[in-house]
Nanobody, 123 residues
Framework: QVQLVESGGRLVQAGDSLTLSCAAS????????MGWFRQAPGKERDFVAA????????YYADSVKGRFTISRDNAKNTVYLQMNNLESDDTAVYYC????????????????WGQGTQVTVSS
């Protein structure tokens, strides 16, 4: 069993930066691809970013490419999402999740999820 706890979400202004953290417990995640997703009210949960177990490869949604950076610290069992130049469209609940196998862009492929952290970008 894996427990994921996201933190760092808050109300910010457009153009601001914010870093989200996802701390895992219950099992080491150094062998797992990790992903960040987000869900705005009334919308589906969308892929944001993913990172391979070693951190050697990262993947991003087109909407965040160049603004967001995913990273991980396996010694701390923690994954981060650095978000720069935030826009009002980035407002959503952000979730981290563990991928054992499958398509990293598909929420249905992920096995464990955190409870989410709210990011609100005010314009």
């Amino acid at each position: 069993q894996v427990q994921l706890v996201e933190s760092g979400g808050r109300l910010v202004q457009a153009g601001d930066s914010l870093t989200l953290s996802c701390a895992a417990s219950g099992r080491t995640l150094s062998l797992s691809t990790m992903g960040w997703f987000r869900q705005a009210p009334g919308k589906e949960r969308d892929f944001v970013a993913a990172i391979t177990p070693s951190g050697g490869s990262t993947y991003y949604a087109d909407s965040v490419k160049g603004r967001f950076t995913i990273s991980r610290d396996n010694a701390k069992n923690t994954v981060y999402l650095q978000m720069n130049n935030l826009e009002s469209d980035d407002t959503a609940v952000y979730y981290c999740a563990v991928l054992w196998a499958g398509n990293y862009r598909s929420a249905g492929s992920y096995t464990y999820w955190g409870q989410g952290t709210q990011v609100t970008v005010s314009s």
